[in-house]
């Protein structure tokens, strides 16, 4: 077996608050030396070697997966105006081609865009905005070529299929258009990749900076009201948010702030006939629905159209001429609450299983009865419905194929819960197939996240069956840190009580050891980003408890990462995680940092991700990580480190190479739990 790679040493001395670490590999974040990318490489090719014994593995892997895809389908079309909107796909071709159709579904077809030309000969490729003018005759679209998210804004005329000369770099994913439809918006990178300016742009003319946000806590977005009256500037922080919205017939107009932010008040809006609809935090922990004229939409203006519940989490509203669509979620469980023009309740849309995931899609239009939205669970493939808000009628208007003789009813899906050490019951979903006998005998793959009040709720994946049809169970730990169960459980799980985080995840594997579902030997874990995060920590403190680990582009150098400012995203993460130039959080932090707190321990098999681009979790990260477990970890098990040479935080781009990347995953967890493979 070839040696693995050891990263030279090279102490670099940290102190903070009197207290001193050294960093033996800090040398790692220099991308501009040879000896970093040499190791990288090395790296590369010693998981290469390693992996090679399980190539027929991954071979067939991936034939699996790709034959359960439906290679040649489309998306539903979504009407807008006189146009229906959809993408389709097609059998050897790595991404989608966006097209439209006129007044009706049996007209000829217009490609607008095929992004199989544009990502021609390139190593990386991702289409990130994608607006068409309200008059639907121009393209603003933009395309990011390196895996960094600093995307490019192209404008193509639809009747000629030219481009515009207009081109504009370091763009973020939103824009919107006025109505004018030769003005639209966008938004700007800082140095730290924070979107933080607004500009206005007149096609064939200039851009003029439309807002600038100076607080490094607060990112902001773009959005465009359905009723297409207004464009409004979204503003937040992980605890704080603000409204600047613009009369869209009035581009060159000034953007007003709907309610001036205060610390630790959220708030988002819709617009509904002569209100703005307000859904806030503001003395309502679970959030609220205030109503208020867009004409003055003033503190003194506000009336209340649904109350605060104790158990009940408003997430997010969806306005229409007569209807309202409230998205709730109660006890985990995700609700469409319909409400008429007035605000007052109509009724609840029934959903056939006890634990499934639902939200809006393709919603273009205000003036209709007609809600559309998908549908899923661990066993029911992503289903999109047409739901008539006036007549209860709902119409299936596509499920996604699984190829290859899926049958829903072969696999179980259930719910179960797990103790934490404070006797919080945190919620846990599970689905396997058929005959799984709980003995202890097979293996488990249990995910896990909790952060940034996201929730990780139980959808559905074809990709998974290859895992399931082979014995294992896969389950998801509903952790605290995210908001399935409500505001609170974020709370629980951020800043000073980030620990509740790590402890749930451990609860909930030693639940289904108990259980019988699986046993230490045998279970494996996967998280990405602040999910690896969440990996490394539990790794430290409970190592025994797990045979593998799949960590990917894991958050992993906290402290470090976290005293950098000039590092994307670190001054918002404060609201998070909490600011360390105060020593109460720089305490707390190091307490758990991930690779801060690497022992000299038996680790179980791991494979570890890196993206060289990417802008969210620095490359670094993952390879001093893997670095300082290859100098002190105990035993002998696979350590493998892998990363993306040309792509950032999402992995590679084209559908083809990210079923290649999962069959990799899934090569080395079925290597490792059941050798047999």
């Known amino acids: 077996m070839p040696q693995p790679p050891a990263a030279k040493v090279v102490p670099h001395e940290i102190t903070v608050h009197g207290d001193t670490r050294i960093d033996n590999y800090f040398w790692l974040r220099e991308r501009s030396d040879p000896d970093v990318i040499a190791y990288l490489e090395t790296e590369n090719r010693y998981t290469a070697e390693l992996m090679a014994p399980a190539k027929a593995l991954q071979e067939t892997l991936y034939k699996e997966i790709l034959g359960r895809i439906q290679e040649t389908d489309l998306t539903v079309p979504v009407k807008r105006d006189d146009y229906f909107y959809y993408s389709r796909t097609e059998e050897g071709q790595a991404y989608a081609i966006y097209c439209r159709k006129h007044q009706s579904l049996d007209h000829p077809e217009q490609v607008l865009l095929d992004a199989n030309e544009l990502a021609r000969d390139r190593k990386y490729f991702r289409l990130g905005n994608f607006a068409v003018s309200p008059d639907h005759r121009l393209l603003a679209y933009s395309t990011d070529l390196e895996g960094d998210e600093a995307y490019t804004i192209f404008v193509k005329d639809l009747a000629t299929g030219e481009l515009l000369p207009d081109r504009i770099r370091n763009t973020y994913y939103t824009l919107e258009w006025a109505n004018d439809n030769r003005t639209f918006f966008y938004t700007v990178l800082d140095a730290a990749r924070r979107p933080y300016q607004v500009f206005r742009h007149e096609l064939g003319g200039g851009d003029a900076l439309a807002y600038q946000e100076d607080d490094a806590r607060f990112a902001l977005g773009l959005t465009k009201t359905r009723s297409n009256r207004f464009v409004f500037i979204e503003l937040s922080s992980p605890l704080t948010s603000e409204v600047r919205y613009l009369d869209a017939e009035r581009p060159l107009g000034e953007f007003q702030v709907m309610l001036p932010r205060q610390q630790g008040v959220e708030y988002d809006a819709s617009h509904h006939g002569e209100h703005f609809y307000i859904r806030t935090n503001l003395e309502a922990k679970n959030f609220r629905l205030m109503r208020t004229p867009a004409a003055n939409p003033s503190r003194e203006n506000w009336e209340e159209a649904i109350p605060a519940r104790a158990a009940v989490t408003i997430e997010s509203v969806d306005s229409f001429e007569d209807f309202l669509a409230v998205y709730e979620r109660e006890r985990g469980l995700e609700k469409i609450a319909i409400h008429d023009r007035t605000g007052a309740l109509s009724h609840y849309i029934d959903f056939p299983e006890p634990v499934y995931t639902v939200g809006a899609t393709g919603n273009a239009e205000y003036k209709t009865s007609t809600l559309r939205f998908h549908y899923t669970s ?9 739901y008539n808000m006036e007549t209860r009628e709902r119409e299936l208007k596509k499920q996604y194929a699984v190829l290859g003789g899926y049958d829903a009813s072969q696999y179980q899906s259930e719910r ?34 909790g952060a940034y009040g996201h929730s990780i709720d139980p959808t559905f994946s074809s990709d998974r069956l290859s895992l399931l049809d082979r014995g294992f169970a896969f389950a998801i730990a509903h952790i605290r840190g995210g908001a399935e169960m409500g505001e609170e459980w974020h709370d629980q799980g951020k800043l000073l009580a980030k620990k509740n985080t790590f402890t749930d995840f451990i609860a909930c594997a030693e639940r289904l050891i108990a259980g019988h579902y699986t046993a230490s030997d045998r279970l494996a874990i996967m998280g990405g980003s602040a999910g690896g995060l969440l990996l490394g920590t539990v790794l430290n403190m409970r190592p025994e408890l797990f045979h593998a680990a799949v960590a990917k582009v894991p958050f992993v150098d906290v402290l470090n990462t976290i005293l950098d400012p000039t590092l994307p995203l670190t001054i918002a993460e404060y609201e998070e995680w909490g600011n360390p130039a105060d020593k109460q959080y720089y305490d707390y932090i190091r307490s758990y940092s991930p690779y801060d707190n690497v022992w000299p321990q038996a680790y179980p098999a791991m494979l570890v991700t890196a993206g060289l681009n990417d802008p969210r979790v620095s490359y670094w990260e993952p390879a001093k990580w893997v670095a300082k477990l290859r100098a002190q970890k105990t035993d002998d098990r696979l350590l493998l480190l892998k990363t993306n040479m040309g792509s950032g935080h999402f992995g590679p781009s084209g559908r083809y190479e990210g079923i290649k990347e999962t069959a990799f995953d899934y090569a080395f967890l079925i290597t490792v739990t059941t050798p047999q493979g």
């Open 378 to 386: 661990l066993v029911t493939p992503v289903s999109v419905f047409d």
């Open 416 to 449: 179960t819960f797990a103790a934490a050490p404070d006797g919080v019951q945190v919620p846990i979903s599970l689905v396997y197939k058929k005959g799984f006998e709980r003995d202890g005998a097979s293996p488990l793959l249990l995910y896990g996240y």
